[in-house]
């Protein structure tokens, strides 16, 4: 099964900046539809960004225009590039892959997600 391993978590205040990376073992990530998602505490996980195989990306309405989701091909690793950060950001971050030739759209639901990271925290303070 595939292996997803998140870093570049960490503490910050708010309106600075912070880039998650996934690596992914057996697979390359450009094959599959790739996301991040994000659990709040007390709060159920939900979907952050996705990239497709074709390259299509799907964001959350909350980090639409501060967050990127990308992919280093050459890497093969996942990247979510959070800026202008709010404490409503903070949360533990997860990588995702539904582990199918999919666009952006279809990984993005929780429920279609084949393989999770074991996760990043992320905390932001005001």
């Known amino acids: 099964q595939a292996q997803l391993m998140e870093s570049g978590g960490g503490s910050v205040q708010a309106g600075g900046s912070l880039r998650l990376s996934c690596t992914a073992s057996?697979?390359?990530?450009?094959?599959?539809?790739m996301a991040w998602f994000r659990q709040p505490p007390g709060k159920e996980r939900e979907g952050v960004a996705a990239i497709g195989f074709d390259g299509s990306t799907t964001y959350a309405d909350s980090v639409k225009g501060r967050f990127t989701i990308s992919r280093d091909n050459a890497k093969n690793i996942l990247l979510l590039q959070m800026n202008s950060l709010k404490s409503e950001d903070t949360a533990m971050y997860y990588c995702?892959?539904?582990?199918?030739?999919?666009?952006?759209?279809?990984?993005?639901?929780?429920?279609?997600?084949?393989?999770w990271g074991q996760g990043t925290q992320v905390t932001v303070s005001s």
């Open positions: 995702a892959t539904d582990l199918a030739v999919s666009a952006s759209t279809r990984c993005f639901a929780p429920s279609r997600v084949k393989s």
């Open positions: 057996q697979y390359r990530i450009t094959r599959y539809c």
